[in-house]
C-alpha cells in the first residue's frame, strides 16, 4: 500500500527525512563540538576534592561524551525511520510488533508471562525500523526491573515516534511519571495505543448490538483517563487508538503460528476469517494513522525528534549544573562560614602567620587572599580572635589570686626592711612576692581552659599545650629599708636637753635675791646654759628630720618599684599566655584552616566552572534551530481519518462495531469442558476451604484467649492499652468482615457485585463500577452472618485512596486481594506490607481471566494451563520478596466475564449464567456460604486479634516516635544548655578578669597615693587627711576609671556576641557610664594644737617670752592635761590655768616639760605618725576595695550579672524541659518494653515476625 499525501509517498517521505536528518547531525555535530571543547577547558586536574566537585569533574567528563554518543547511534539508526513501542509490561507491546511485521507469534510469550522481553529487538516495516523494547513497571521475573528499564530509556532516544501503549487494565500513576521523564522531556512524538483485552470488544459475531455501547463505553473511559493523563504531564492532544492487539496478531500472523495458543489461533481463524479478525481488531486504525502521518510529515518529525532530544538533553545538563553549582555555592559558603568561625577564634592571620601556616607551595601564594579573591568579598574577622580575648580573660582571673598575694608579700616585705632598717636585694625580693608553685597551677588552668574553649567553640579534638621556649621574666625591686635612721640626731638633740636642765641646779636660795644684782646674775648665767641646750636641740632635731625624709622617700619609692615589678612581671605572665595560646592554636589548627581554605578555593573555581559551562550549554541549546510543531503533524493526520473530532474519536476507538450488521454466531463447546471445569471447581474450592479454615485457625483460638488476658492486664497500667483493649472486644462482637482489596479497575467493584447478586442480593446502583478510580471510601456490604468490604483502588495517584485502603483491612478476619492477569505491577509496596501483616488471612484472586488470550470454551485446556501459570508466577513474584504465598491461598475466576455486565444497574445472578461453567466464582461463593457459625466465630476472634496486634504497632510506633521526639529535643536541648553553660562559665571568668582589671586601674592610683603618704611628715596632717579623702576624686582616675569602663563595654559585648547569639539570644549592650561617688568617712588626724603649742612654749620660755596669754586658755591646758593622760574636770581646768598665771617657776618647769614632752612627742609623734599612716594606708585599701566594687556593681559586673541571671533563668528551663524529656522517655521505653512483650508473644502465635504493621 503506497498513501501519499500531496504526491509524497510513504518511502519518499522517509528518505526525505533520513536526508535531512543527516543534514541536521551535521549541524548538530559542529555545535556538540564546540560544546564538547568548552567542557574539556573547563575540566580540572586530577586532583579529588569535595564530593560535589568531584560529582562536577564527573558530569563534566561525562556529559560530553554521552552527547557524542548518542549523536553516533542517531547517526546509525538515520537509515530508517524509527517508533518505539514503549509502555508497563505485560500490555502487548511485542504482539503489536508481531502484528506490524506479520511474524509468527515467537516474541510472544506462550504463558502470558510478565517482563517477557528483555531485549531491544527491532523488524524492518515499509522503510521504517520498529523497536519492541522491555516493559516498565514489572516485578522482575528474571531480570531487575531497573535493568530492564535502562534498556527502554535508551531505545527511546532514537525513535522518531514513540507508541504509548496502555492496556484495560489500568493506568497506573508510575507509567506517566517515566513517560514524562523519558519521552516528554525529550521532544519525541507520541501516538497512544490503547490494548482492549476484552475478547468480546469489537467482536460483532459474539456480541448483540444492545450489549455493545457498555463494552465501548469502558473503552471511552479509558481512553478519557489516558489523554486526561497525558495532559497533565505536558503531552495535550495525543491520538488514542483503541485496538485488539491479540486479534490482530491472530489475523496477520504467519504459519506456523509459534504464540500463545496454536490450537486457539488455529480456532478463531477457521471460525471467523482472517478478514474478519483484522477488521474487527482495529489495527488497520493505527496502521494508517502511522502511515498518514509519516507521510504528511515525516521529515518534521525526524527534525523535531533530532532537535528536541539534544535541545532537552542540554536543559537536563542546565538542570544538574544548575544544581550542582547551587550545592557547590551552599558548600563554598559553609566552608567559608567554617574560616570565618576559625578566624573568629583564632584572629585574623597576620603575615606571619599566613607565611606559616596558610602558604600552598602549588598556588605560590597564601590561601586567604586567594579566598577573598574567589568569593569577592574579604573575611571580617577581627586581628584579636575569641581565643586571645578568651586567653587574657583566663589570664587574669587566674592569675589574680598570685597578683594580689604578691603585693600582699611585698607590702609586708617593705614594712619589715623598713622597720628592721634592712635592705631586700632582687633575689629575695622574688623568692618572697611570687609563689612559683601557685603560679604554675594558675597557668596550667589557663592552658586547659583554653584547650576546653577551642574544644567547645570550633567543635575539634585538640591537645593545647605551652610553647618550649622563653618564659615570662619575673621583675623585681631593690628595698632601701636602711635609710632614714635619726640615732646621731637623736644623741645631738639629747645633749641640749640635758644643759637646760643642769641650769636648774641654782641654789633655790639665789632667788630670793633675785631682786638685786647678785641675783640677776646667778640667774643670767642660768638662762645662758639654757640657750647654749636649745641651740644644740635644734641641730640635733635638724639632722633626725632629715634623715627621716630621706627613709620616707625610701618608703615611697619601694612602695612604687615593688608595685611596679609585681604589675610588670604578670602583666608579661598574661601577655605572654595570650601571645603563646594564639601561636598554638595556629600550630595545632593551621593545617585544618588550610584545608578548608583549598575546599572553599576549589568550590569557588568549580561554581565559576559550573556557570560557564552553563552558559556554554544553554548557547549550544538555543543555538538549535526551533523544531517543527508536530502536533500539526498528527492533526492532519487525524484530518485524514474523520472530518470532525466527533468522528476522529469513533474511527480511533472503533466504535463503528456498535451498528455493523454482523450476525451473531454461538460459540463452540469443547464436549469434555463441562466434565474437566466441575472437576476444576471442586478443586478451587477446596483448596480455597483449606486456606479460608487456616486462616480462620491460625493462631488457635486459646492462644488468642491467653494472649487478650495479658493485654488486658497490662492495659491496668497503660491507659493507651485499653483502647486497643477496646478495640478487640469491639470487633470480636460483630459480624466478621471480609474485605476486598486490589487496584484500581482490577475488577473489586464488580466481583462483589457478582457475589452479591449470585447470592440473591440487589445488584442496583450501590456498586459504582467504571474504568477509572471510582471507589473513594470503604463500603460495608452485609451477607448475613459476614459482611464483604469494598474499598478504594490502589494505584490511582490518589494517597487518600490507599490510605483508605489500608485502613478498611485493619479489622478484617480476611482479605481478597485482587489482581490482574499481569499479577504484580506498578507500586506493589502496599499489597507486600499487607500480606506480611494479615498473613493466612490474604487470598488472592486473580481476576478477569477472560482476558488471559484464550477462549475458555474453545480451548479449555490451554485456558486452565494459563491459569495455573499464573497462580505460579503470582507465588514466584512474592517469593523473589522472600514471602511464601501458599498454593491454596491463589485463586483464578473471572467476576464479570468479558465485562459484559458492566455498570448495569439491574443485572442479576441470571446475566453470568452463560459463563459460570469456566467463571470460578461458584467456588469462591460457595465456600463462603458453607463457612460454618463455629468459623466465622473464629473469624471475629482472628480479626479482633489482627486488630489489636495492628492497634499494638501503631501504639508502638507512636510510642517510637514520641520517644524519638523526646530524644530528638534532648539533643537539641543539649547543645543549648551547654552554649548556656558555657557562656556563665566564660561569664564567671570575665566577672573575674573585670574585677582584676578594676582593681589593677584602681592600683595604680592606690600606689601613687600610698607612696604619697608615706613621704608625708608628722606635721602634714591635713595633707594626710586630704589625700585619704579625695585621691579617688582626682582627674586623672576619673579618666582611668572611663577608659576601664569603655574597655569592658567592649568586652562585655564581644562575651554576648560569642555566647547570646549563639543561643539565639540577642542582647541590646548597656551604655556603662559611671562616676565613682564614695561616702569616704574616714576623717584624718589634723594637726594637733599641742603638737605645735607644746614646742612653741619651750621655745618661748627659753627665750624668755611670755606665756602667760598663751597658757591662761582653760581649752589649751585641758588639751595638755588630755595628752598626759592627766583626768581633769572641767573645774579643775580652770583652776590650773590660774595657778599656771601666777608660778613663774612653774612656767619654766613647764617650758622644761614641754620641751622634754616635744621630743617625748616625736618620738611618741615617729610611733603615732606611723600608726596614723598605717591606719591612713588601711583606709586608703578599704576606699579602694570599695571603689573597685562599686565601679563594678554600678557599672560592668553589675550589668553582666544581670545577663547572667537571665542566662541563668533560661538555663533552668532548659533543664527543666530536659529533665522531664528524660522522665518521658523512661516512661516511653518502660510502655515500649510493655508492647514489644505482647507483640512478640503475638509473632509466636502465628508464627510470622513483623506482621500486623
Known amino acids: 500500500m503506497r498513501l501519499t499525501t500531496e504526491g509524497l509517498s510513504l518511502e519518499e517521505a522517509v528518505r526525505a527525512a533520513v536526508e535531512q536528518g543527516h543534514e541536521e547531525l551535521t549541524r548538530l555535530d559542529d555545535l556538540t563540538g564546540k560544546l564538547t571543547e568548552a567542557f574539556a577547558d573547563g575540566r580540572p586536574g586530577t586532583e579529588a576534592g569535595p564530593d560535589p566537585v568531584n560529582r562536577l569533574d564527573g558530569f563534566t567528563h561525562w556529559f560530553p561524551g554521552s552527547l557524542r554518543a548518542h549523536l553516533d547511534r542517531e547517526r546509525e539508526s538515520l537509515g530508517a525511520f524509527n517508533i518505539v513501542f514503549f509502555g508497563r509490561s505485560g500490555v502487548g507491546k511485542s504482539t503489536l510488533l508481531s502484528a506490524f511485521g506479520r511474524l509468527d507469534g515467537g516474541h510472544v510469550s506462550r504463558w502470558a508471562a510478565s517482563d517477557w522481553t528483555t531485549d531491544v529487538n527491532f523488524i524492518d516495516w515499509r522503510d521504517c525500523r520498529l523497536y519492541d523494547v522491555p516493559g516498565i513497571n514489572g516485578w522482575g521475573r528474571t531480570e531487575s526491573r531497573e535493568s530492564l528499564e535502562a534498556k527502554a530509556r535508551k531505545a527511546v532516544a532514537i525513535a522518531d515516534i514513540v507508541l504509548l501503549c496502555f492496556d484495560t487494565q489500568n493506568q497506573q500513576a508510575l507509567e506517566f511519571e517515566k513517560i514524562a521523564a523519558w519521552i516528554r522531556d525529550h521532544g519525541k512524538p507520541v501516538v497512544a495505543v490503547l490494548n482492549v483485552r476484552n475478547d468480546h470488544w469489537r467482536h460483532p459475531a459474539l456480541v448483540p448490538e444492545r450489549a455493545r455501547r457498555n463494552l465501548s463505553e469502558q473503552v471511552r473511559q479509558h481512553a478519557d483517563n489516558i489523554r486526561t493523563q497525558l495532559a497533565q504531564i505536558g503531552l495535550p492532544g495525543t491520538p488514542v487508538v483503541a485496538i485488539q492487539s491479540r486479534r490482530a496478531l491472530i489475523a496477520r500472523a504467519a504459519e506456523p503460528f509459534r504464540g500463545l495458543s496454536p490450537a486457539g489461533f488455529r480456532t478463531e481463524r477457521e471460525r471467523f476469517g482472517t478478514d474478519y479478525l483484522e477488521r474487527w481488531s482495529n489495527f488497520g486504525t493505527l496502521e494508517r494513522l502511522i502511515v498518514t502521518a509519516i507521510a504528511e510529515g515525516a521529515a518534521d518529525l525526524r527534525l523535531a525528534a533530532v532537535r528536541e532530544d539534544i535541545r532537552s538533553r542540554c536543559r537536563r545538563a542546565i538542570g544538574e549544573l544548575t544544581a550542582l553549582a547551587a550545592e557547590v555555592e551552599q558548600q563554598a559558603r559553609a566552608c567559608e562560614t567554617e574560616i570565618e568561625s576559625f578566624f573568629a577564634v583564632l584572629g585574623y592571620p597576620d603575615e606571619a602567620e599566613r607565611a606559616a601556616w596558610l602558604y600552598d607551595p602549588v598556588l605560590g601564594t597564601e590561601l586567604v587572599g586567594v579566598s577573598e579573591h574567589a568569593r569577592g568579598v574579604p573575611y571580617t574577622s577581627p586581628a584579636l580572635g575569641a581565643l586571645e580575648r578568651y586567653a587574657r580573660h583566663l589570664a587574669a582571673s587566674h592569675l589574680a589570686k598570685c597578683h594580689r598575694q604578691a603585693k600582699t608579700s611585698v607590702d609586708e616585705l617593705i614594712n619589715r626592711a623598713s622597720a628592721d632598717r634592712i635592705v631586700i636585694d632582687e633575689a629575695k625580693f622574688t623568692e618572697t612576692a611570687y609563689n612559683q608553685e601557685e603560679i604554675s597551677a594558675a597557668l596550667g588552668a589557663v592552658w586547659a581552659d583554653c584547650e576546653a574553649f577551642l574544644r567547645r567553640q570550633l567543635g575539634v579534638e585538640v591537645d593545647l599545650a605551652p610553647l618550649d621556649g622563653e618564659t615570662a621574666q619575673q621583675h623585681a625591686a631593690r628595698i632601701r629599708g636602711s635609710e632614714g635612721s635619726g640615732v646621731a640626731g637623736e644623741v645631738v638633740r639629747g645633749t641640749g636637753i640635758a644643759l637646760g636642765a643642769g641650769a636648774l641646779a641654782v641654789p633655790v636660795a639665789a632667788l630670793a635675791i633675785f631682786s638685786n644684782p647678785i641675783g640677776w646674775v646667778v640667774g643670767l648665767t642660768a638662762a645662758g646654759v639654757g640657750i647654749a641646750g636649745q641651740i644644740q636641740q635644734h641641730f640635733g632635731k635638724r639632722m633626725t628630720d632629715k634623715k627621716v625624709e630621706e627613709g620616707r622617700r625610701a618608703v615611697a619609692q619601694a612602695i612604687a618599684d615593688c608595685h611596679d615589678a609585681v604589675d610588670r612581671t604578670f602583666t608579661g605572665y598574661e601577655d605572654t599566655l595570650v601571645r603563646d595560646s594564639r601561636t598554638a592554636a595556629w600550630m595545632l589548627l593551621g593545617s585544618t584552616v588550610g584545608d578548608t581554605l583549598r575546599a572553599a578555593i576549589k568550590l569557588r573555581a568549580a561554581h565559576d566552572r559550573a556557570e560557564r559551562l552553563i552558559d556554554s550549554v544553554r548557547a549550544c541549546a538555543e543555538a538549535i534551530d526551533p523544531a517543527p510543531a508536530v502536533t500539526g503533524v498528527l492533526v492532519r493526520a487525524q484530518h485524514r481519518i474523520g472530518e470532525t473530532p466527533t468522528e476522529v474519536a469513533r474511527v480511533l476507538l472503533g466504535e463503528d462495531w456498535l451498528s455493523s450488521g454482523v450476525e451473531v454466531r454461538a460459540a463452540p463447546i469443547d464436549p469434555d469442558a463441562t466434565k474437566m471445569y466441575a472437576e476444576r471447581a471442586e478443586q478451587d474450592r477446596g483448596r480455597l476451604a483449606r486456606a479460608v479454615v487456616a486462616a480462620f485457625t491460625t493462631p488457635p483460638a486459646a492462644g488468642i484467649e491467653a494472649w487478650r488476658a495479658d493485654l488486658e492486664t497490662a492495659a491496668r497500667s497503660d491507659s493507651a492499652l485499653f483502647d486497643v483493649v477496646r478495640t478487640m472486644w469491639r470487633v470480636a462482637a460483630q459480624r466478621p468482615a471480609f474485605a476486598v482489596l486490589g487496584d484500581y479497575n482490577s475488577g473489586k467493584s464488580s466481583l462483589l457485585r457478582r457475589i452479591v447478586v449470585d447470592s440473591g442480593g440487589p445488584g442496583r446502583a450501590v456498586f ?486
Open 768 to 1253: 459504582d463500577i467504571r474504568a477509572v478510580p471510582a471507589t473513594t471510601a470503604a463500603t460495608r456490604y452485609p451477607m448475613g452472618r459476614f459482611d464483604l468490604v469494598d474499598t478504594p483502588g490502589l494505584q490511582s495517584g490518589n494517597d487518600a485512596h490507599d490510605t483508605a485502603a489500608g485502613e478498611a483491612v485493619v479489622e478484617a478476619a480476611l482479605v481478597f486481594v485482587v489482581v490482574h492477569i499481569n499479577v504484580l505491577v506498578g507500586d506493589t509496596s502496599l499489597v507486600r506490607q499487607l500480606v506480611a501483616a494479615k498473613g493466612e488471612r490474604t487470598v488472592f484472586l486473580v481476576n478477569r481471566c477472560d482476558e488471559l488470550g484464550v477462549d475458555p470454551l474453545t480451548v479449555p485446556t490451554d485456558y486452565v494451563n494459563l491459569q495455573d501459570r499464573k497462580r505460579a508466577e503470582l507465588r514466584a513474584a512474592f517469593a523473589a520478596g522472600g514471602v511464601d504465598v501458599g498454593a491454596d491461598r491463589v485463586h483464578c475466576l473471572s467476576g464479570d466475564p468479558f465485562g459484559l455486565a458492566g455498570d448495569e444497574p439491574e443485572a442479576t445472578a441470571a446475566d453470568f449464567d452463560e459463563h459460570r461453567l469456566w467463571d470460578g466464582v461458584a467456588a469462591l461463593t460457595g465456600v463462603l456460604a458453607d463457612l460454618s457459625d463455629e468459623q466465622l466465630s473464629a473469624a471475629a476472634a482472628a480479626a479482633a486479634f489482627d486488630a489489636a496486634v495492628t492497634g499494638l504497632r501503631r501504639h508502638q510506633r507512636e510510642l517510637q516516635r514520641t520517644r524519638a521526639e523526646e530524644v530528638d529535643e534532648l539533643s537539641r536541648s543539649e547543645p543549648v544548655i551547654a552554649a548556656l553553660q558555657a557562656a556563665m562559665k566564660d561569664a564567671v571568668v570575665l566577672d573575674n578578669s573585670l574585677r582584676e582589671d578594676a582593681r589593677r586601674v584602681v592600683n595604680r592610683h592606690v600606689v601613687a597615693t600610698k607612696s604619697a603618704v608615706a613621704r608625708l611628715d608628722h606635721k602634714a596632717g591635713r595633707t594626710l587627711t586630704e589625700l585619704v579623702e579625695s585621691w579617688w576624686k582626682a582627674p586623672a582616675v576619673e579618666a582611668d576609671l572611663q577608659r576601664f569602663l569603655d574597655d569592658a563595654g567592649v568586652k562585655l559585648d564581644e562575651w554576648r556576641s560569642d555566647h547570646v547569639s549563639a543561643i539565639g539570644r540577642e542582647m541590646t549592650a548597656a551604655r556603662l557610664s559611671v562616676s565613682p561617688e564614695l561616702a569616704t568617712e574616714f576623717e584624718g588626724p589634723a594637726e594637733a594644737w599641742h603638737d605645735g603649742v607644746a614646742a612653741g612654749a619651750g621655745k618661748v620660755t627659753g627665750a624668755a617670752a611670755t606665756l602667760t596669754k598663751a597658757l591662761a586658755n582653760r581649752d589649751a591646758v585641758y588639751t595638755i592635761g588630755k595628752f598626759f593622760d592627766v583626768k581633769f574636770k572641767p573645774w579643775g581646768a580652770v583652776n590650773g590655768s590660774l595657778k599656771v598665771a601666777k608660778a613663774g617657776y612653774v612656767l619654766g618647769a613647764v617650758g622644761i616639760v614641754m620641751d622634754t614632752a616635744a621630743m617625748a612627742n616625736d618620738s611618741r609623734k615617729a610611733g603615732e605618725h606611723q600608726r596614723r599612716q598605717e591606719s591612713a594606708l588601711r583606709d586608703i585599701d578599704e576606699a579602694a576595695a570599695g571603689l573597685v566594687g562599686q565601679i563594678l556593681s554600678q557599672g560592668p559586673a553589675g550589668h553582666l550579672e544581670e545577663w547572667t541571671a537571665q542566662l541563668a533563668t533560661m538555663l533552668d528551663e532548659q533543664l527543666d524541659r530536659a529533665t522531664a524529656a528524660k522522665d518521658r522517655i523512661d516512661a516511653t521505653t518502660v510502655q515500649a518494653e510493655t508492647v514489644a512483650t505482647l507483640i512478640a508473644a503475638a509473632d509466636d502465635l502465628t508464627g510470622t515476625q513483623g506482621g500486623n504493621e
